[in-house]
């Protein structure tokens, strides 16, 4: 009887044991599926010596991402990456572009109007997204950078462009 119950104690602690390691390698895959996104856009710009100083907007739509980062200058450049067979790639970034398209993602276009009484920009009729991003350069001295960021089917010209103002 002593043996039956030893041989069930063992048995137990052993699938007790088991299931903690299944536990802790399920977990670590999901930590690793979770190195952020944010980690995975930046390894794939340094890998397509992509330059920048700070990635200031992202965008998920269908299995593209549309990103808006800040570069060395101050300005803002415009990229596209593709979520694709488990695996992101890299579709096209661009410096101080304005309108960034390739093979079969959207149309993204970025508005930077000089009049600061612009409340709402429109392509092809609908709101485009405002973005206010804040620079912060010293303790006392932040750069507001404002603009609006599009995403179309069909490429964007002037006269599909519509401001409003207060």
Not at 86 to 111: C, Q
């Amino acid at each position: 009887m002593m043996k039956i119950m030893t041989s069930l104690w063992l048995f137990t602690l052993l699938v007790a044991c088991s299931f903690d390691q299944e536990d802790k390698a399920i977990k670590e895959t999901s930590d690793q599926q979770s190195v952020t996104l944010q980690q995975q856009i930046e390894n794939l710009m340094q890998e397509n010596n992509y330059v920048y100083d700070e990635i200031i907007d992202l965008n998920i739509i269908d299995n593209f991402i549309y990103s808006v980062s800040l570069n060395h200058n101050g300005g803002l450049d415009l990229a596209i990456m593709k979520y694709e067979d488990s695996k992101l790639k890299w579709v096209v970034g661009d410096v101080s572009a304005t309108i960034l398209n390739k093979k079969d993602s959207r149309y993204m276009y970025m508005i930077q109007p000089d009049d600061p009484n612009i409340t709402q920009v429109n392509v092809f009729g609908k709101p485009a997204k405002a973005v206010t991003y804040y620079d912060v350069k010293t303790e006392d001295f932040t750069r507001e950078i404002k603009y609006w960021i599009a995403y179309s089917e069909e490429e964007p010209t002037p006269s599909d462009v519509e401001y409003l103002k207060n």
